[in-house]
């Protein structure tokens, strides 16, 4: 994927790819597999059943073993591999902390998500914190030694953050008391660093009641002082954690800030950029759940399948000495297993070629080559957490539909992949949200500047493929899904503007539409690419082959999904919006 697929030996210019060798690569991702595989893994099933703990003086525990498996995530600098050198990051490539995140989200996804959120508000801090805030903070929150989180949602207040009540008085001495509640925090409170570093919006006196008047500060758990020391306790404390449907691993913190002090991070009532910088890294990350979770489901049903022997062959019996036929003789379970793997791969591609245009966007030296990968990743970012996470949530429970009433059952373990993905749906922004950011802000930004050059790239992309027997099939039902998307585009363009409705009714198809062509684009790119190495005689030809049967796959059983989109995008707002709000009643 990496060398064939995204190409990265082609970029080896750019800042932090030079040393970024396969062999290097090779070697990273090997030992993170059995990083992940002998650490990690061992504590999912019992750190679910066990889940979090708060004690009486608000603190919390996390599951047994989970804090010796975070010493060793730290020691072994796992969460440093893509973080800039200045803050002691070992600057490589982002692509290869994006794939290395799979491999800790299919092994653990709660355990995943400490360090997950940290990101986020080191991200923050990179882009938004002032030098003293980033040198005072950013080392230790890169090696792992203190954690991060992201203090968005109160009680009142989700997905509409005007409404945040959390107040912000400046101080004499620069800084602010911080007063509010904020609820549903991920890692909020835990034990696995001495420090957490909140990033908190809250509203400064006299700043409009609406999302224009937040602003972003940084409010440590325990002060730091000017030497690095840490002092005396913050006044913010977890009143309590909540009980969920899955992710128990995971502390989900209500938290308390009762006059802490905290600090302006960037400008004031410029709190909403600064967000922005978190919930890009957040989101696409919270893809990356989709595809790790439903990765993992995957390969149990796939072993499963192997193992589980019911009925006989529609064709008669594969194994006539046996008593039955293994569960893989069934079309119908194929269709699961197929669908999973078709979308599994295509989107593992879509999300390590997202995680190289962040780098194209921060590194390339080329300002043209910036701007561009910041419209295609600022486009699709949307589309990676949405998509993905519906994929990641139907690929676990078409896992646990393989092993019929045992994947019901919590000791096979294939529920807890059911209720640990179904959160990446909600949080993060819930999909239907991504969905209206894709058409109400993405699609019209710089006049259509990012989906024109999307359009672009699928359509040159597919014009290329046509001269090669192998992927020309491929590629002229990809283009045909193109023009679905374009006409379902241009239909928006037309009917958005006078009624605003049309375009929330068709949002989500649309975002979905976006996807399926997104993906196909990245299994264009695999079909050529396990062409390419077939006529060259490179590589394992069962594998290679595989490639292409899943390419066509993917063109016949889930693109043709986009021409249904459009039409229901076409469809309009009417019937939606049609009916009274007492005519909801009863269905
Ligand atoms: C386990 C867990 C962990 C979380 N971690 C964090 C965290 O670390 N930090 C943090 O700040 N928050 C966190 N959250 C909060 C999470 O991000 C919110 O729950 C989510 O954004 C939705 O907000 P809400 O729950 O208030 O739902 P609401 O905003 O009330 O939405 C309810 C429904 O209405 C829809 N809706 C609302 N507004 C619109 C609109 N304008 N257009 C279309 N549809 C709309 C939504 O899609 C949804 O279906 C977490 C939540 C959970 C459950």
Same mark, same amino acid.
Request: charged share 20%.
């Given at each position: 994927?990496?060398?064939?697929?995204?190409?990265?030996?082609?970029?080896?210019?750019?800042?932090? *790819?030079?040393?970024?060798?396969?062999?290097?690569?090779?070697?990273?991702?090997?030992?993170?597999?059995? *990083?992940?595989?002998?650490?990690?893994?061992?504590?999912?099933?019992? !750190?679910?059943?066990?889940?979090?703990?708060?004690?009486?003086?608000?603190?919390?525990?996390?599951?047994? +073993?989970?804090?010796?498996?975070?010493?060793?995530?730290?020691?072994? +600098?796992?969460?440093?591999?893509?973080?800039?050198?200045?803050?002691?990051?070992?600057?490589?490539?982002?692509?290869?902390? #994006?794939?290395?995140?799979?491999?800790?989200?299919?092994?653990?996804?709660?355990?995943?998500?400490?360090? !997950?959120?940290?990101?986020?508000?080191?991200?923050?801090?990179?882009?938004?914190?002032?030098?003293?805030?980033?040198?005072?903070?950013?080392?230790?929150?890169?090696?792992?030694?203190?954690?991060?989180?992201?203090?968005?949602?109160?009680?009142? &207040?989700?997905?509409?953050?005007?409404?945040?009540? #959390?107040?912000?008085?400046?101080?004499?001495?620069?800084?602010?008391?911080?007063?509010?509640?904020?609820?549903?925090?991920?890692?909020?409170?835990?034990?696995? =660093?001495?420090?957490?570093?909140?990033? %908190?919006?809250?509203?400064?006196?006299?700043?409009?009641?609406?999302?224009?008047?937040?602003?972003? *500060?940084?409010?440590?758990? %325990?002060?730091?002082?000017?030497?690095?020391?840490?002092?005396?306790?913050?006044?913010?404390?977890?009143?309590?954690?909540?009980?969920?449907?899955?992710?128990?691993?995971?502390? =989900? &913190?209500?938290?308390?800030?009762?006059?802490?002090? @905290?600090?302006?991070?960037?400008?004031?009532?410029?709190?909403?950029?600064?967000?922005?910088?978190?919930?890009?890294?957040?989101?696409?990350?919270?893809?990356?759940?989709?595809?790790?979770?439903? $990765?993992?489901?995957?390969?149990?049903?796939?072993?499963?399948?192997?193992?589980?022997?019911?009925?006989?062959?529609? #064709? !008669?019996?594969?194994?006539?000495?046996? /008593?039955?036929?293994?569960?893989?003789?069934?079309?119908?379970?194929?269709?699961?297993?197929?669908?999973? /793997?078709?979308?599994?791969?295509?989107?593992?591609?879509?999300?390590?070629?997202?995680?190289?245009?962040?780098?194209?966007?921060?590194?390339?030296?080329? $300002?043209?080559?910036?701007?561009?990968?910041?419209?295609?990743?600022?486009?699709?970012?949307?589309?990676?957490?949405?998509?993905?996470?519906?994929?990641?949530?139907?690929?676990?429970?078409?896992?646990?539909?393989?092993? @019929?009433?045992?994947?019901?059952?919590?000791?096979?373990?294939?529920?807890?992949?059911?209720?640990?993905?179904?959160?990446?749906?909600?949080?993060?922004?819930?999909?239907?949200?991504?969905?209206?950011?894709?058409? !109400?802000?993405?699609?019209?930004?710089?006049?259509?500047?990012? %989906?024109?050059?999307?359009?672009?790239?699928?359509?040159?992309?597919?014009?290329?493929?046509?001269?090669?027997?192998?992927?020309? $099939?491929?590629?002229?039902?990809?283009?045909?899904?193109?023009?679905?998307?374009?006409?379902?585009?241009?239909?928006?363009?037309?009917?958005?503007?006078?009624?605003?409705?049309?375009?929330?009714? +068709?949002?989500?198809?649309?975002?979905?539409? #976006?996807?399926?062509?997104?993906?196909?684009?990245?299994?264009?790119?695999?079909?050529?690419?396990?062409?390419?190495?077939?006529?060259?005689?490179?590589?394992?030809?069962? *594998?290679?082959?595989?490639?292409?049967? =899943?390419?066509?796959?993917?063109?016949?059983?889930?693109?043709?999904?986009?021409?249904?989109?459009?039409?229901?995008?076409?469809?309009?707002?009417?019937? %939606?919006?049609?009916?009274? $709000?007492?005519?909801?009643?009863?269905?």
């Amino acid at each position: 994927m990496l060398d064939q697929v995204i190409g990265l030996d082609g970029y080896t210019c750019l800042p932090g *790819f030079e040393g970024a060798t396969p062999d290097v690569i090779d070697a990273v991702l090997e030992e993170g597999g059995r *990083f992940v595989a002998e650490v990690l893994f061992p504590i999912n099933l019992s !750190g679910d059943k066990q889940g979090c703990t708060r004690h009486e003086d608000g603190s919390v525990t996390t599951p047994d +073993g989970f804090k010796a498996a975070y010493r060793q995530f730290v020691e072994g +600098g796992w969460g440093t591999l893509s973080a800039p050198a200045e803050y002691g990051g070992q600057a490589m490539p982002h692509v290869v902390s #994006t794939a290395f995140q799979e491999y800790m989200i299919s092994a653990n996804m709660a355990f995943a998500m400490y360090p !997950g959120l940290a990101h986020g508000a080191i991200a923050a801090l990179i882009a938004k914190g002032s030098p003293e805030q980033q040198a005072k903070y950013l080392p230790k929150m890169v090696s792992g030694e203190w954690g991060g989180t992201m203090n968005l949602t109160e009680p009142q &207040c989700g997905t509409d953050l005007g409404l945040i009540r #959390t107040r912000a008085e400046p101080q004499a001495d620069g800084s602010y008391r911080i007063t509010g509640t904020k609820i549903f925090i991920s890692a909020g409170e835990h034990d696995l =660093t001495d420090n957490i570093i909140h990033l %908190v919006l809250a509203k400064t006196p006299g700043a409009p009641d609406s999302s224009k008047g937040i602003s972003l *500060f940084v409010v440590p758990k %325990v002060m730091v002082g000017d030497d690095g020391a840490l002092g005396a306790r913050n006044a913010v404390t977890c009143g309590s954690i909540e009980h969920k449907m899955g992710i128990h691993g995971n502390a =989900t &913190c209500v938290l308390n800030y009762d006059g802490a002090t @905290g600090w302006l991070v960037g400008e004031e009532m410029k709190g909403l950029a600064a967000m922005f910088v978190m919930m890009n890294a957040a989101r696409l990350g919270v893809g990356l759940q989709g595809l790790g979770v439903g $990765e993992v489901a995957y390969q149990n049903a796939v072993q499963y399948a192997k193992d589980r022997r019911q009925g006989r062959a529609l #064709t !008669g019996p594969a194994e006539p000495g046996e /008593k039955a036929d293994t569960l893989f003789v069934h079309p119908d379970v194929r269709r699961m297993l197929m669908e999973a /793997k078709a979308q599994l791969e295509g989107l593992r591609a879509l999300c390590l070629w997202g995680g190289l245009q962040v780098d194209l966007e921060h590194r390339a030296a080329d $300002e043209v080559d910036r701007q561009s990968a910041a419209d295609l990743i600022g486009l699709l970012t949307p589309v990676i957490k949405g998509l993905g996470t519906d994929w990641g949530y139907s690929i676990a429970t078409n896992a646990q539909q393989v092993y @019929g009433g045992h994947g019901y059952i919590a000791e096979w373990g294939m529920e807890q992949y059911v209720r640990d993905a179904r959160i990446a749906q909600i949080y993060e922004g819930t999909n239907g949200v991504q969905a209206m950011d894709l058409v !109400g802000r993405k699609l019209a930004q710089n006049g259509g500047r990012a %989906v024109q050059s999307f359009f672009k790239l699928v359509a040159s992309e597919c014009a290329a493929a046509k001269g090669d027997d192998r992927t020309a $099939e491929f590629a002229s039902r990809l283009e045909k899904a193109l023009g679905e998307m374009q006409a379902a585009t241009m239909w928006f363009m037309s009917n958005g503007m006078q009624n605003p409705n049309a375009l929330g009714a +068709g949002a989500y198809s649309y975002m979905t539409l #976006t996807g399926l062509v997104a993906v196909g684009l990245m299994w264009l790119r695999m079909a050529k690419a396990a062409s390419r190495m077939l006529a060259a005689g490179e590589g394992e030809v069962p *594998f290679l082959e595989a490639k292409l049967v =899943t390419a066509r796959f993917y063109a016949e059983r889930i693109l043709p999904d986009v021409g249904a989109l459009r039409r229901k995008i076409e469809g309009g707002a009417d019937a %939606v919006m049609g009916l009274d $709000e007492s005519m909801f009643a009863a269905a």
